[in-house]
């Protein structure tokens, strides 16, 4: 049995050298992943989770970095780094994948150019420099985000590295909320309420996962729009309630599941989604059953 | 064509980007003859999309589809994409939020705005709004709530787990409380955004 990491990466914004970007990216959540501690002794394996032991990080032997660079007019200018607009208009692209000890893991060479080897070893050079000052910055961030995990309180994590100096930012912190009279406003809204319907006899359950309550009735698909929209108004009295399908099937069905409730009945699948709606043609919902 | 994106954060650091795009001339297959077909796609922060996105990116549409004039633009199509960039509890409400302050921020004609608030009612019967991953797990029922901006009519409801008639009337009213200081924060970035520039 053997891990399997998968690695996702979300392109938010493009404005050129995804590539590059993307290696930052890849290689710093390698890093700072964190998989879960595992014990084997002979055959037996123990999981252990977050809780019970602190997560192990992966074996990184070393951190390659992409850098990107763009050739125009055959090779006589070079650009490190292009942006998007830079990247429509090049002739060539040369991508070095390096790790800070100067060992090259990728080179990869497109376009329509025909680079000279003293130009590509000049390349290197660039990418040199380039990994050690990113690295670097890895490092920083990284350590930076151990010590505010460990602080407690300490503010880390995506939200938090958005800058909120901008005029297209804002921010405000959690306001409090007065829900003093919530309950007498509630009360009221249900004391105006119709009585709900009358109380469901106990579903039949068939199999695991499919229940009958009630009777059939003759199926009206013809008129649902309709009919739908009266049982709701009168159902709860909800006047807050705009017109959804969807919405108000669920409507009917809590208030469903409280009758039964009360009739102590036969635990229906325990899916965790929300209420589970099982279709057959006479069971539509429909308010008189 | 407007591409927008904005951010939208919620307490606890949950962060959702949405990207709008429209309205914008839209494929014969999909285009409806008297107004703007309105179209979301949620990306989840790993994983590819599956079935529970699915149904939430539906529940988006619908809810935006209430509000959005679609009619001003007929044959459109109406693209909003929101990716989710991290998840710390009360998902559903940040993905309303960030919509909504899409179409703000796109200029689309809306009849009304939007925002999303989620309930978590504890075992014991406090209500607890906006809660964290941890406190949704030890939550009986967890209700999440679309309120629009006009006399604070609810678009959208969806409950997970149970709780009775009243206490979803109680978290109602709660969350209709908690929208004024939504739409409020709504005015004051848009205010801010547009002052300066």
């Known amino acids: ?289 | 064509p407007a591409m927008i994106s904005p951010l939208c954060i919620s307490p606890g650091d949950t962060s959702v980007l949405a990207g709008l795009y429209g309205p914008a001339e839209a494929k014969i297959s999909k285009e409806l003859p008297d107004r703007a077909a309105l179209e979301v796609l949620l990306r989840p922060k790993v994983g590819l999309p599956g079935v529970l996105e699915r149904s939430r990116e539906q529940q988006l549409r619908q809810t935006c589809e209430a509000v959005v004039l679609g009619v001003l633009h007929p044959r459109t199509a109406i693209s909003l994409s929101l990716q989710v960039l991290s998840d710390a509890g009360s998902l559903l409400s940040c993905c309303l939020n960030a919509a909504c302050m899409a179409l703000l921020d796109a200029g689309l004609p809306l009849a009304a705005l939007f925002c999303g608030v989620t309930c978590a009612l504890q075992p014991d019967g406090t209500i607890l709004l906006d809660p964290t991953t941890r406190q949704e797990q030890e939550a009986r029922a967890i209700l999440t709530f679309a309120i629009a901006s006009s006399e604070r009519k609810m678009l959208m409801a969806t409950t997970k787990g149970s709780c009775s008639v009243e206490e979803m009337q109680q978290c109602l009213a709660a969350a209709q409380r908690a929208a004024d200081a939504i739409f409020q924060f709504y005015r004051d970035s848009v205010r801010r955004c547009y002052s300066k520039s």
Not at chain 1, 137 to 143: D, G, S, V
Not at chain 1, 183 to 202: C, M, S, T
Not at chain 1, 261 to 266: G, H
Request: with cysteine.
């Open chain 1, 1 to 289: 049995q053997v891990w399997q990491i998968r690695l996702d990466m979300h392109l938010l914004n493009h404005d050129g050298n995804i590539t590059d970007a993307a290696s930052i990216a890849g290689i710093v959540a390698l890093c700072h992943f964190r998989r879960p501690d595992v014990s084997v002794q002979g055959e037996e394996v123990t999981v252990y989770t977050p809780e019970e032991r602190d997560p192990v990080p992966l074996s990184i032997h070393h951190m390659p970095i992409c850098v990107s660079f763009a050739f125009y007019h055959q090779g006589t200018y070079l650009l490190v780094d292009p942006t998007e607009r830079e990247e429509r208009v090049m002739d060539g692209l040369l991508v070095i994948a390096m790790n800070k000890h100067h060992e090259i893991c990728t080179i990869q060479s497109s376009g329509v150019v025909m680079l000279l080897p003293d130009q590509i070893l000049r390349c290197s050079k660039i990418t040199a420099v380039k990994v050690a000052e990113i690295t670097e910055l890895i490092q920083k961030a990284l350590e930076n985000d151990q010590k505010a995990s460990r602080k407690e309180g300490g503010k880390f994590g995506f939200a938090e590295s958005i800058p909120n100096q901008r005029i297209t930012a804002f921010k405000m912190g959690s306001a409090a909320v007065d829900t003093n009279d919530v309950e007498e406003q509630a009360g009221e809204i249900i004391a105006k309420a119709d009585p709900p319907a009358e109380v469901f006899a106990n579903p039949v359950l068939h199999t695991p996962g499919t229940a009958q309550i009630g009777e059939g009735m003759e199926s009206s698909w013809g008129d649902l729009e309709e009919s739908e929209k009266e049982e709701a108004a009168e159902e709860e009295g909800e006047s807050e309630a705009a017109a959804f399908e969807c919405e108000k099937v669920e409507t009917e069905d809590t208030s469903t599941m409280k009758e039964t409730k009360n009739d102590e009945p036969i635990v229906l699948s325990d899916s965790e989604e929300e209420e589970v709606v099982i279709l057959e043609p006479q069971e539509l919902p429909q308010k008189t059953r």
